[in-house]
């Protein structure tokens, strides 16, 4: 694992070791570590919902079509 020093400024110091205390990270980088992934899940989501949006429609969205997809998100959660 790499390490990266960074400078803050006390006020965003202080906010970042609060965090830590209250949010039972165990230190500040794991506290950082979770904020970058977090921020890689988004923009992976913009891509996603960008690339969904610029595709051809393929059918009609109806109540159906929701709760089929509510069914496999259940069936994937369970296994």
Same mark, same amino acid.
């Given at each position: %694992?790499?390490? %990266?020093?960074?400078?803050l400024p006390?006020?965003?110091?202080?906010?970042?070791d609060e965090q $830590?205390?209250?949010? !039972?990270? !165990?230190?500040?980088?794991?506290? $950082?570590?979770?904020?970058?992934? *977090?921020?890689?899940? =988004? $923009? =992976?989501?913009?891509?996603?919902?960008?690339?969904?949006?610029?595709? &051809?429609?393929?059918?009609?969205?109806? &109540?159906?079509?929701?709760?089929?997809?509510?069914? *496999? $998100?259940?069936?994937?959660?369970?296994?």
């Amino acid at each position: %694992m790499s390490t %990266m020093n960074i400078s803050l400024p006390d006020s965003l110091k202080s906010f970042v070791d609060e965090q $830590v205390g209250e949010r !039972g990270y !165990g230190t500040s980088s794991e506290y $950082v570590r979770e904020l970058i992934c *977090r921020d890689q899940d =988004r $923009v =992976r989501l913009r891509g996603l919902l960008l690339e969904g949006a610029s595709s &051809p429609s393929t059918a009609a969205v109806d &109540p159906a079509y929701f709760e089929k997809l509510r069914k *496999r $998100v259940r069936k994937a959660a369970k296994a």
